[in-house]
């Protein structure tokens, strides 16, 4: 999968015209483009709507933006055409947030990024750590892991550190030693409860 924006850089290059769909879970985003340049946005999470928006900016007040919402329930129309009917915008500064709006959501967009790294980077630290626990109990308690140099050893314990943190199974080695499948089994648990943490964090949809 490519990153997003590499995705972007190829769009604009191209000088595509479209709609670009971005996709986390139940949460999506619409990115729409004009000649590789992006116009407009929309998205399903609701702090992202141009009220709350407005509102965490300080552009409006939460008094403004209800009865903003307001207007526009009753006569119909978007937010952002009853604000500017309640002068509380100028059709200028509707523009110009209109713009800032989309920016934010994009900039958010690319986070997702930010996210896996943290992912990746965790996952490397404990396969680490707890490569270094297996590593201090004793190779020769992990059926499998010899090797005839100290990195060889090293690396078949992280390996099965992996196999075990993910819950895939101990492939080629596996523990025979009562500290081993201690170790073993305390692992296994943090993958489970580390991967419902993850996905618990996606579900927030901290874009």
Request: with cysteine.
């Amino acid at each position: 999968m490519r990153p997003l924006p590499a995705v972007l850089l190829d769009l604009h290059e191209e000088l595509a015209t479209g709609k670009l769909l971005l996709r986390r879970g139940k949460v999506s985003k619409t990115i729409d483009l004009v000649n590789g340049n992006p116009v407009s946005t929309a998205s399903t999470p609701r702090d992202e709507t141009l009220g709350h928006f407005l509102v965490s900016t300080g552009v409006i007040t939460e008094d403004q933006h209800r009865a903003g919402v307001a207007r526009a329930s009753t006569l119909g129309g978007k937010l952002g055409e009853a604000l500017v009917a309640l002068s509380i915008l100028s059709v200028e500064q509707l523009i110009d947030q209109l713009g800032k709006q989309a920016r934010h959501k994009i900039v958010h967009a690319l986070r997702w990024l930010g996210f896996f790294a943290v992912i990746f980077l965790a996952y490397l630290i404990v396969n680490t750590l707890f490569a270094c626990t297996y590593y201090a109990v004793g190779v020769e308690q992990l059926q499998g892991a010899e090797a005839p140099t100290a990195a060889g050893r090293f690396a078949n314990t992280f390996f099965f550190s992996a196999h075990t943190l993910s819950t895939v199974g101990y492939g080629s080695i596996s523990p025979r030693g009562i500290g081993a499948n201690v170790v073993a089994a305390v692992e296994s648990l943090c993958g489970v409860l580390g991967f419902l943490h993850a996905l618990a964090q996606v579900g927030v949809d901290h874009f």
